[in-house]
């Protein structure tokens, strides 16, 4: 029984853990695509300097800052956010954003979907970006576009 | 079911050192395959734990005695509920228990993320694996609960051995709260385990931004909550169970509980630096370091062996491998942090020292330094040991005198900090901020004094909670006020809208209050009482307002104790204001230990704590203990309020749970106000 008991959980156990290895998918795990860019740290920072601004206005309308403090704190942040929103157009300017995350996108398919199982390969294809059409759907679940 | 036990265990090895290695290797050779096969391996290594658990499970509730474990920490009268609490009854379940726990949150961990981060999860993955490879290990290995019991024949041969009944579990842990104060205290130990591997895994992969930080953000809080509650549940045990009247005694294992709960108190501060100010990157990387290798410092000090307590479980074999482990963990960190300096560096510096981060600062340094000496405190019999051969023991005293002050530099710093602006803050600004609470706090000083009270630090402990809660009234009631003037808002209605809009700011109000209620109960210490006298029935003792008549005795026996109980009618201003009946208990199983049970009227303003301490040998006086303890009250309420402010800051928003846990280009949602 014992021994039943302990094949069971092995044969289970191992079965599990080895089957992705055998997968017909491989997906590539690159670091360097998946890794924080320039353009995340400075969305993050924009989002973070907005927040630091509703705050401001928060605490001088709790009457917490005087008017000098106040002027001269939000002057800072506004400073700040001039600064990271430049960079931005700096970046958008080198390279159209959206064609940029386009173009990521297109590459990470790419690389991560690697040559996918028959029936994914023959199924039918959204004539505006070309993703997967998932049978049924009336709309394409990537750009939404109206079969 | 031992064997089947045992062997869930060794596979659960032999699974978590793949997904170890897989995980390591996968990430060198971008096989993203080969992480998924280690993300399996740590799913089935929990299972296979988790089977582990239950086989424990099912020998404790089938009075399986042939195993060790069961029979040193169980026995067939003992009720259910604390059979299966026998499982942490004795170190190696109590390993067992650890090691489920761990495996547990390794698997939510990885199935929480397992689409998102992937370059930094397979060395989360690889950070507890380890981890939980050493702790499988030495529950294997050194401290199994599934050993079988042997006795060796006459001629020399083993042979299995089954005793009719088990020792039975400690009669001091047969009290609800510790039915859920280890489970509730490992879970805060473990917790700090994925902040940790976090950290480790944005060091190896360069990944230094605010990412790791947003993602353990709740982890963080939900870890440190736990151990919080886990260190104020021991506190209720050993006030309603011990029966010395007090409810913290700077045991070396309470202390080590402490530590790492002070040390991610001053995370969860210095985080909010680093998420608004890009500053303290380093500190940051070095408190969650720091509190992991504390919370495994204090499971090293309860098991090692290495200092006496009477929470300890006292197993020397254990204190070497723990060691290596904490050596390793701690190099590996540094080597890792000073290889990362170059990534580490602060966005910008700091304006000013009259500024919010200025404050936090402070704190993590007030918070730190109570750390350290809690630490010396703690560990000083053992240095003494190895410097001068001698074990010299600090008491109560040596905390008090050092705690005491730093406790109540926290306090203020509780108060002051919100009232500081972010970057810097003016006189102007802060005589704008500081009038309302400090007028407040200095008026109830002058109260407190004229009403006759002389104690420095008692005095000071409640104008500083006066001050805390005046600073706190006032956050909650302007930022209503904007909400009623700008949106027509009835108050109430703008109050709870301010809260739920802004859970992680006003929730961490609630908890900074709940930080005053207990701290106004730890300030009636100033002001305990205490008598001991021999009563027979018919007579009375007095204490405090409180007379206690004794009016009876009485014997009797459960299914696993005999017990001998006094009734005593507690009078206030002669008034009957409660029947108390205090308990003296003889176990049945192991060697027929006694045990008190405590009797407690407990008002807002004070308890009435007694014990029956013993009786005459021809059973006609009774030893009564009693104690007056003002305000411990609020120790237990502040705890129930802290939980509710936690709750708050954790419940996920409903428009932006995730997203603001992702990282950049999913998006940040404010959390700030609306």
Known sequence: MLWIACTAVVMIAGFYTLHPLFRESEGNLDIDLLAETELDRLLDRKNVIYQNLRDLEFEYKMGRLSDADFGQLEAGYKNEAAAVLERLDQLDAAENLDEAIEKEIAVRKAKLSGPGPKSRRDAPLCPSCGAEKISGKKFCADCGHRF | ?674
């Open chain 2, 1 to 674: 079911m031992a064997n089947f036990g045992n062997f869930c265990l060794l596979f659960a090895l032999c699974l978590s050192g793949y997904a170890l290695v897989a995980a390591l290797v996968g990430a060198s050779q971008r096989r993203h395959r080969i992480v998924r096969s280690a993300e399996h391996a740590v799913y089935a290594a929990a299972g296979s734990i988790t089977l582990a658990f239950i086989s424990l499970l099912y020998l404790l509730l089938a009075n399986d005695f042939s195993t060790s474990h069961v029979a040193n920490s169980s026995s067939r009268d003992l009720p259910f509920l604390y059979k299966v609490a026998a499982i942490w009854g004795a170190h190696d379940g109590s390993m067992l228990l650890w090691v489920f726990f761990t495996a547990v949150f390794c698997a939510v961990v990885i199935y929480q993320n397992r689409s998102r981060y992937r370059d930094m999860m397979p060395y989360v993955i690889a950070v507890l694996m380890l981890d939980l490879c050493f702790f499988l290990a030495l529950n294997l290995f050194i401290s199994n609960p599934f050993t079988q019991l042997v006795q060796v024949s006459s001629d020399g041969t083993m042979q299995a051995f089954v005793p009719a009944d088990g020792r039975g579990l400690n009669p001091l842990l047969q009290y609800w709260a510790m039915v859920i104060h280890p489970p509730i205290l490992y879970l805060g130990f473990i917790g700090f385990l994925v902040p940790f591997a976090f950290a480790i895994a944005a060091l190896a992969t360069k990944q230094l931004g605010d990412t790791w930080i947003r993602t353990t953000r709740r982890w963080t809080l939900l870890t440190w909550l736990l151990l919080g509650t886990g260190l104020l549940l021991g506190g209720k045990w050993a006030y309603v169970v011990l029966g010395w009247g007090g409810y913290w005694g700077w045991d070396p294992v309470e202390n080590s509980s402490l530590m790492p709960w002070l040390v991610s108190t001053a995370f969860l501060h210095s985080v909010v630096v680093q998420e608004r100010r890009g500053m303290l990157k380093i500190w940051n990387i070095v408190l969650v370091i720091l509190t992991y290798l504390l919370g495994i410092f204090g499971t090293f000090i309860t098991r090692s062996g290495v200092v006496s307590s009477v929470h300890a479980f006292a197993d020397s074999k254990l204190g070497n491998f723990f060691i290596l482990y904490m050596a390793f963990v701690l190099l590996g960190s540094l080597w890792l942090i000073v290889d990362r300096r170059a990534y580490l560096e602060s966005d910008r510096r700091l304006d000013s020292i009259l500024s919010r981060e200025s404050a936090f600062l402070f704190n993590n340094l007030v918070f730190v330094i109570a750390c350290f000496a809690v630490f010396w405190g703690t560990m000083f019999p053992v240095l003494s040991q190895w410097i001068r051969k001698t074990q010299i023991t600090v008491g109560p005293p040596f905390f008090n005198n050092i705690n005491i002050p730093v406790g109540l530099i926290l306090l203020l710093l509780t108060g002051v900090g919100p009232l500081f602006a972010w970057r810097k803050t003016s006189f102007d600004s802060l005589k704008k901020a500081f009038f309302w609470p400090a007028l407040f706090a200095l008026v109830a000083c002058v109260a407190l004094v004229a009403g006759g009270m002389r104690s420095f630090y008692a005095i000071t402990c409640l104008t500083l909670c006066l001050f805390v809660f005046s600073t706190i009234v006032e956050e909650f009631y302007k930022g209503a006020a904007i909400r009623v003037r700008s949106r027509g808002e009835n108050f109430f209605v703008a109050l709870k809208n301010l809260t739920l809009k802004n859970k992680r700011r006003y929730g961490g109000y609630i908890v900074h209050f709940a930080v005053v209620l207990i701290f106004v109960g730890l300030s009636g210490n100033a002001f305990n009482r205490e008598s001991t006298q021999q009563l027979t029935t018919g007579q009375e003792m007095k204490i405090g307002d409180y007379s206690l008549k004794m009016a009876g005795f009485r014997q009797g026996q459960t299914s696993n104790y005999q017990f001998g109980q006094v009734t005593l009618d507690a009078y206030k201003n002669s008034q009957l204001v409660q029947v108390l009946r205090p308990e003296q208990r003889v176990f049945n199983s192991g060697e027929r230990q006694t045990t008190t049970t405590v009797a407690l009227y407990s008002t807002p303003k004070e308890d009435l704590y007694v014990v029956f301490a013993g009786m005459s040998d021809d059973g006609m006086i009774c030893q009564i203990k009693a104690f007056v303890n003002p305000l411990v009250f609020w120790i237990w309420f502040g705890s129930a309020v802290m939980l509710l402010g936690a709750v708050i800051c954790l419940w996920p928003d409903k428009t932006g749970g995730k997203a603001a846990v992702g990282s950049g280009r999913s998006g940040f949602v404010a959390s700030e106000p609306r």
